[in-house]
């Protein structure tokens, strides 16, 4: 079993950036593909980027790429997205999930955190 926690959400106007953490329990991190997703209210959860499990790939949604980075350091069993350029748009409680396989589907995600809420304002 892999327990995650994400951290590093909070209040940024529009045009900053943040640093989130996703920081996991569990001997087999390094094995699992990681996401994050993000969910805004009223709305369904939706992807924003993944990397396989050793981190040499990445893929994003385009409505962020170029603007989210996805990292991670299997040595500290952690997966960071870094946001930048952020809108308003990008308000939503952001999650990361420890997947089966290195995809957009959040049905291939077995293990999720509790999420960090960032705001973003005009």
């Known amino acids: 079993q892999v327990q995650l926690v994400e951290s590093g959400g909070g209040l940024v106007q529009a045009g900053g950036s943040l640093r989130l953490s996703c920081a996991a329990s569990?001997?087999?991190?390094?094995?699992?593909?990681m996401g994050w997703f993000r969910q805004a209210p009223g709305k369904e959860r939706e992807f924003v980027g993944a990397?396989?499990?050793?981190?040499?790939?990445?893929v994003y949604a385009e409505a962020v790429k170029g603007r989210f980075t996805i990292s991670r350091d299997n040595r500290k069993n952690t997966v960071y997205l870094q946001v930048n350029s952020l809108k308003p748009e990008d308000t939503a409680v952001y999650y990361c999930?420890?997947?089966?396989?290195?995809?957009?589907?959040?049905?291939?995600?077995?293990?999720w955190g509790r999420g960090t809420q960032v705001t973003v304002s005009s």
């Open positions: 990397i396989n499990w050793r981190g040499s790939r990445t």
């Open positions: 999930a420890a997947g089966r396989a290195f995809t957009n589907n959040t049905l291939d995600y077995d293990y």
């Open positions: 569990g001997r087999t991190f390094s094995s699992y593909p």
